[in-house]
């Protein structure tokens, strides 16, 4: 059980960081320096005033130099993080394929918070993130989808392969419809967790993005045009593929026999 809290403190930490990659990534700041401050008055924060989640708590969700209010978007990145830290930590156990699968659900987060208000994926954090997944897919990575399984470097080329090239085709066809960014996103979430992560991430990720499109246009009085990021729910596929994908594959040849 100690684990378990010392993993989910680490992801409220880690939370608190990703706040800052959502907010200087996509105006090109550095994530570094200066140190992190009131984005309404711009005074630096104390040390105090920047433990997660307590400190929006002490403060009442505002600023303690000008009482700006202070999103409620920092203190649910900084739990979403924490719950999926130990969501990971449950699924997969201790090991080297750990860290791995921590980082890349914080890289989900924050590729999905920055496509919600910009409509971009970094580069940065894809393409980086492709050779690393090939890599660790080649000598850490358990197979989500066979138990006891390494998921090896030819399933995790093939998942790299079938994730860009499908999302690619799509983009071409759609003329546009599909961002680039999207497309090496699905090349990032392939190498990590091979072709049939593709599939089920893709299946997921069109379905509630629907579901959530149809709400915009026909609940909220939006157009047809109305732009809906889908980089968030193909997220949202790659975190369920990653944490009971195996469980979904199993169900669905049981039901269909």
């Not at 924050?110 to 000598?139: H, R, Y």
């Not at 993005?209 to 732009?227: D, I, M, P, Q």
Request: glycine share 14%.
């Amino acid at each position: 059980m100690i684990f378990f809290v010392l993993v989910g403190l680490l992801g409220l930490v880690v939370g608190s960081f990703l706040n800052v990659c959502i907010w200087r990534i996509p105006r090109n700041q550095s994530i570094v320096r200066p140190a992190s401050r009131c984005p309404s008055c711009g005074k630096p924060l104390r040390p105090w005033h920047n433990i997660p989640l307590v400190s929006y708590l002490f403060l009442r969700g505002r600023c303690a130099s000008c009482g700006a209010p202070i999103s409620p978007r920092y203190p649910l990145v900084e739990a979403l993080n924490a719950a999926l830290y130990v969501g990971v930590l449950y699924r997969f156990g201790w090991g080297w394929h750990l860290p791995v699968y921590l980082a890349f659900v914080s890289s989900l987060i924050v590729i999905t918070f920055i496509d919600l208000d910009f409509q971009i994926i970094p580069d940065g954090i894809t393409l980086s993130w492709i050779p690393l997944a090939l890599l660790a897919g080649a000598f850490l990575l358990p197979d989500p989808f066979m138990p006891g399984r390494l998921l090896g470097w030819k399933m995790s080329l093939e998942g790299a392969a079938a994730g860009f090239g499908l999302f690619y085709l799509v983009a071409v066809l759609s003329r546009g419809g599909m961002g680039g960014g999207d497309v090496k996103m699905m090349g990032m979430v392939g190498a990590l967790l091979g072709w049939k992560g593709v599939l089920l991430t893709t299946f997921v990720g069109s379905v509630s993005g629907s579901v959530v499109g149809a709400y915009v246009v026909l609940a909220r009085g939006g157009g047809r045009k109305t732009k809906v990021p889908f980089g968030p729910f193909l997220a949202l596929g790659a975190l369920v593929s990653l944490l009971v994908g195996r469980e979904i594959v199993r169900w669905y040849l049981h039901a269909g026999a």
